[in-house]
């Protein structure tokens, strides 16, 4: 790992080499070559062309690609997003246990809040499926589901399930795999999510002054630690046409990791500074893509920000912060990018 400070005298964050290497070497570029078939862009007016030119096809969805081979229709995955939006709703409409015990290893002990929260009451054979663990790898996940696919029924916590685990209950085994793969593809990224980007948030500007809005601190964190730092578009003849330097047979990696850094487009662009959000518009800054483009913006969006939000105002009002014995927090290099291992407790 290489050491990046983003808060200066206090924390360092080490990246991944390849994190590093692209801070490091094209920071402040536009267009450059990754590898013989793939060009990054950094360029906000270019993302912004190369986004607008064309929908998202079924590979470049993040969460809805193909399942085990399987194309996923998009009334199948507009049916799961509705789901999961009614449980996210109906778990922001919960009281808010501001005494909730959040110490300990962060994002881990947030995402698993998260998970009870919203998806708590369903059969444990579904809400395994939110694991961190199951990250390790593939293999690992899909053994999980034939054998939870297998149960003969489910046992719940004699609540109501969630939609989503009703939306997805299917007769058959064949069927059951499925299905339990679609409702980790929809459950998992909500936790997931907004576990990392306030366990970033924390991390980067913990503690907070009692007169900046959380909203502020998430924008702020969404820019240093953007969750969904690259976005990829394959080959394509648009491309081409909008940029001479991206060739006919070229996959293109656009990087808000780098356009949120951008020094022509950012003041003080490594420093964390929530207030700057106070004069700027989120969903009208050039470069700032949090949540993709206005064209085609992330299913979860309107889930991730008030989970985000509820999350840190438990953290804020029980002076959660990072030990202050621990001075570096990794970033790996992952589908979603989040410090991990960091040692959040309570401000004495």
Not at 74 to 84: K, N, Q
Not at 92 to 118: I, K
Not at 170 to 188: D, F, L, S, V
Not at 301 to 330: F, K, S, Y
Request: overall charge neutral.
């Amino acid at each position: 790992m290489h050491a990046s400070v983003t808060a200066p005298g206090r924390r360092a964050t080490a990246f991944a080499p390849r994190i590093d290497a692209l801070l490091r070497d094209h920071l402040g570029e536009d267009v450059f070559r990754l590898d013989p078939g793939t060009v990054g862009v950094a360029s906000p007016a270019l993302i912004d062309e190369i986004l607008a030119a064309r929908p998202a096809n079924d590979f470049e969805r993040p969460t809805f690609k193909p399942l085990q081979g399987r194309a996923i229709p998009r009334t199948e995955a507009s049916a799961l997003m509705r789901a999961v939006g009614q449980d996210v709703r109906a778990a922001l409409q919960t009281p808010v246990d501001l005494s909730a015990d959040l110490s300990g290893e962060w994002p881990h002990v947030a995402h698993n809040h998260l998970r009870d929260l919203v998806f708590g009451s369903d059969p444990y054979r579904l809400k395994v499926l939110v694991d961190r663990r199951l990250e390790w790898t593939p293999k690992l996940t899909w053994a999980v589901i034939a054998g939870g696919a297998a149960l003969p029924r489910d046992r719940g916590t004699g609540r109501p399930a969630s939609r989503l685990a009703a939306a997805t209950a299917a007769p058959t085994y064949g069927e059951r795999r499925h299905a339990m793969g679609m409702y980790r593809r929809a459950a998992a990224p909500v936790c997931f999510t907004v576990s990392a980007l306030v366990a970033n948030a924390l991390w980067l500007g913990a503690p907070f002054a009692d007169d900046v809005p959380n909203r502020h601190i998430i924008h702020e964190s969404l820019r240093l630690l953007p969750v969904s730092w690259n976005l990829l578009r394959v080959a394509s003849p648009e491309f081409h046409a909008l940029d001479g330097r991206i060739g006919a047979g070229d996959d293109v990696l656009m990087l808000p990791l780098l356009s949120h850094r951008d020094p022509a487009v950012w003041d003080a662009p490594l420093e964390f500074r929530p207030e700057r959000w106070n004069h700027l518009d989120p969903d009208d800054t050039p470069g700032y893509l949090p949540f993709g483009h206005a064209n085609e913006r992330c299913w979860g969006r309107h889930m991730v920000m008030p989970l985000a939000e509820r999350l840190l105002d438990i953290a804020r009002h029980n002076g959660l912060a990072p030990d202050p014995g621990q001075t570096t927090a990794r970033v790996p290099l992952a589908g979603l990018m989040s410090v991990v291992g960091v040692r959040m407790v309570p401000r004495s």
